[in-house]
């Protein structure tokens, strides 16, 4: 399989979480994932978006940029905001912490992502956004 890659953009409105979703796996549907890889795939995207559009924008509108790359039997998945970047990184990834509990959040993100990806790093600056990166390999039938 030759690299592949897409890369596209959309408003930080959380109705466009379950295109976000669906958009990443179609694309990742070439490496022939099965039923349960796609569900982890759709579930860590749909944690890493949730998280651009709660925390990265604090209720204004930005933009989120995702990116897929398939390389081997691999997909990598990038969700990037221009938001206001995440303070303690190392905190933030902490299971149960979270900076809206007013929102009933569980604070489960990241472990949710890492949990169903192979690989998770997040980069993230102040003013600047963040940057998750996240990847799967796919089983070979």
Same mark, same amino acid.
Request: aromatic residues 6%; charged residues 25%.
């Given at each position: ?42 579930? +860590? /995207?749909? =944690?890493?978006?949730?998280?651009? !559009?709660?925390?990265?924008? *604090?209720?204004? #509108? &930005?933009?989120?940029? $995702? ?43 990241? +472990? /949710?992502? =890492?949990?169903?990806?192979?690989? !998770?790093?997040?980069?993230? *600056?102040?003013? #600047? &956004?963040?940057?998750? $990166? ?8």
């Amino acid at each position: 399989m030759q690299n592949n890659y897409v890369i596209f953009k959309i408003p930080s409105l959380s109705v466009n979480e379950s295109f976000a979703r669906a958009a990443v796996a179609a694309f990742c549907s070439i490496l022939n994932p099965t039923i349960s890889e796609i569900n982890d795939i759709k579930t +860590a /995207v749909s =944690e890493a978006v949730t998280n651009a !559009v709660i925390h990265g924008y *604090e209720n204004n #509108v &930005g933009e989120i940029e $995702i990116s897929c790359k398939i390389k081997g039997q691999t997909i990598e998945v990038i969700v990037e905001d221009f938001g206001c970047g995440i303070l303690d990184v190392e905190k933030a990834k902490e299971p149960l912490f979270t900076t809206k509990p007013e929102l009933e959040r569980s604070g489960m993100g990241f +472990a /949710v992502m =890492e949990s169903y990806m192979d690989d !998770v790093v997040v980069l993230s *600056e102040k003013d #600047v &956004g963040t940057k998750v $990166i996240m990847r799967k390999k796919i089983s070979e039938k």
